[in-house]
């Protein structure tokens, strides 16, 4: 008997493995790889756009799982912009004290409390320059910290329904098929468990294998090698009027180099090897004291500037030394540093580019940028400020001091108590049960209102790629589920290989959702694998909430791999590690982690209640 009953079966199996073959590969960005699996059940008749099809397509799009997520993206985004998240930063600086252990115990506390309530990458980039700084100042190694950082996010988001998006993605899939009983804090205690857990091995085990790890700023004594940015001026009728740079004796200085050129006053765009100077060009260089010194000495060069011209003699001032991420959201990935012509554009240098594990200090140039690079950049302070403007670009070389709205930040905390009081006792004590989706879409309406958060910035704080992906994967489950693909699989599971033992597939599902979120998208996990844990339960005549749970904490469960999920892509670049670091510290957790959820979960939601 073949295995596929139906073409349509054999088709979305084949389907399946190119989306997960594509979501590894990263040929296309995640949210087309899923639009497109969605698209492709449209055009071959599986799914349909009929308004009376109960399997119509533009369902998804009235789903309540990513309206809730792009709530909580908003209702986050007023936690940091009033100033919340930053306040609970500079306590924990304050409170670190001298001792690395204090700081790693107040750290994960601080940020796995705030996880459970927000956005945990917001959390991770607000601690991130915090952590570094305060490991800089007390002569710490960062790389002891960065990690733990990452995982108390990660497993502070498992203590409430909201606290991460693939709970929020599980818990909406559930309710659409019916399933009820999981409120706000249902999960609660099992994250918890997940919490202590991890901050009791992170503070044995795991303290013992977090790796040395040198950051970018560490490779450059900045004390021995401190540059300067120096200004000086083209000659009237110079030997370097009219002569290209590449021609010129100043391509040749070896203890100077130049940052930028400048024309009437306006920085020239074209690269710096096809420029032919003019009399009265304005030129930025960088070097050591010694090269700065010379530059005086170097023909064609005026120190006293061109008084005609209204232009000032010689400028120098200290160049500043940063370390900057590439945020996930940057224009700036898929494009290299010559193809985004870096140095003439933001008026600074990129000294060293650390990239999946390797710290590249030559022929960077022509890498392409990708997510979780971290750069070394030197130049003026002026120019590092405007570069880090940029939402391109994260500064973890210091806080980012935004001006934030803190008379506000009492109406965003009671926003997001107001949602969490009512989601945990609604349907108690005469209070009305209200859904989720709308809770969250009151709570992010009451910030916008309040203008906790302007409209801009909720829209730019909404994670589109994520939202859109996740829309496209319910269309291709949905397919999976009209087919009867998921149900062949469980017969599969159960049946052909013996799998009858709930307590043995749930730590099977658990560990599938677990391998799969370290590969890729959580939030892709959750949808794919939380109908199909439905269907199980109900071929094994069992409870469906244990099952869901499993998958709302294997799909979290990222530890062993830095792309998994976003706050360990940050930390990685951030905190100099090599892939492996990942594995060796986080495969211990995991499987610990994995033994405990396959024991509480039928503890706390038995199979037959």
């Known amino acids: 008997m073949p295995f596929f009953e139906t073409w349509q079966q054999a088709f979305l199996a084949g389907l399946v493995m190119m989306v997960f073959l594509a979501f590894v590969k990263e040929w296309i960005s995640a949210e087309l790889v899923a639009l497109s699996a ?50 609970l930063g500079v306590w924990f600086e304050k409170i670190a004290g001298n001792s690395p252990t204090r700081m790693l115990v107040v750290m994960m506390a601080l940020v796995a409390f705030l996880s459970s309530f927000a956005n945990n990458t917001p959390v991770v980039v607000v601690f991130l320059p915090i952590v570094l700084a305060i490991c800089r100042k007390r002569d710490f190694v960062a790389s002891k910290f960065l990690i733990p950082l990452s995982y108390a996010a990660i497993v502070g ?131 050591v004291l010694e090269g700065v010194m010379g530059i005086s000495k170097t023909e064609g060069i005026d120190v006293r500037g061109n008084d005609s011209r209204g232009l000032e003699g010689i400028r120098t001032e200290s160049a500043l030394l940063m370390e900057g991420i590439i945020g996930p959201e940057s224009s700036m990935t898929g494009k290299s540093l010559k193809e985004l012509n870096f140095r003439q554009r933001f008026g600074v240098l990129i000294l060293a580019v650390h990239r999946r594990g390797r710290n590249l200090r030559e022929r960077f140039e022509d890498e392409k940028l990708a997510f979780g690079d971290t750069l070394l950049v030197q130049g003026p302070a002026e120019k590092m400020n405007q570069l880090f403007q940029q939402r391109d670009f994260i500064n973890l070389s210091e806080r980012k001091h935004a001006q934030v709205r803190q008379s506000k930040a009492p109406i965003a905390i009671g926003a997001l108590l107001l949602f969490m009081i009512m989601g945990a006792l609604g349907g108690r004590f005469g209070i009305p049960a209200i859904p989720i989706v709308q809770l969250a879409f009151t709570s992010a309406l009451i910030v916008l209102l309040a203008r906790c958060v302007e409209p801009q910035e909720a829209y730019r704080a909404v994670d589109w790629k994520v939202i859109f992906m996740i829309f496209g994967m319910l269309g291709f489950g949905m397919a999976i589920e ?31 959702a677990a391998v799969m979120t370290e590969i890729i998208s959580n939030n892709a996990v959750a949808v794919l694998l939380t109908p199909l844990a439905i269907v199980v339960a109900h071929t094994l005549d069992a409870s469906a909430l244990p099952f869901i749970i499993a998958i709302m904490f294997g799909s979290s469960a990222s530890f062993s791999t830095p792309i998994g999920y976003q706050t360990n892509t940050f930390v990685y670049g951030a905190g100099g590690y090599k892939f492996g670091d990942f594995f060796k510290v986080g495969a211990p957790l995991a499987f610990i982690l994995w033994g405990v959820a396959s024991f509480l979960i039928p503890i706390l939601w038995p199979f037959h209640p």
């Open 482 to 512: 009209k087919s009867g693909l998921a149900q062949r699989i469980a017969d599969s599971l159960i049946h052909d290989l013996g799998i009858e033992n709930p307590y043995l597939m749930l730590a099977l599902m658990y560990l599938l």
């Open 157 to 287: 988001g498992t203590m409430t329904i909201i606290g991460t998006s693939t709970n929020l993605i599980a818990l909406g899939i559930a309710e659409k098929e019916g399933i009820q009983g999981l409120g706000m804090f249902s999960v609660t205690p099992v994250g918890i468990v997940f919490v202590v857990i991890t901050f009791v091995y992170m503070l044995t085990l795991g303290k013992k294998l977090l790796p040395d790890r040198a950051t970018l700023a560490t490779l450059i004594d900045t004390h021995s090698s401190r540059e300067f940015i120096t200004h000086a001026f083209v000659k009237k009728d110079s030997n370097l009027d009219g002569k290209a740079f590449s021609e010129s004796r100043i391509a040749k200085m070896k203890k100077a180099r130049v940052l930028e050129v400048l024309r009437d006053g306006v920085r020239l765009q074209t690269p710096l090897n096809e420029i032919v100077f003019e009399s009265g060009d304005e030129i930025v260089f960088k070097g």
């Open 38 to 87: 969605l698209l492709a059940c449209v055009v071959t008749g599986i799914l349909s756009v009929n308004q009376d099809d109960p399997f119509n397509a533009l369902k998804v799009f009235s789903h309540p799982a990513p309206i809730t997520v792009a709530c909580m993206f908003v209702i986050s985004a007023a936690l940091e912009r009033t100033g919340v998240i930053e306040t």
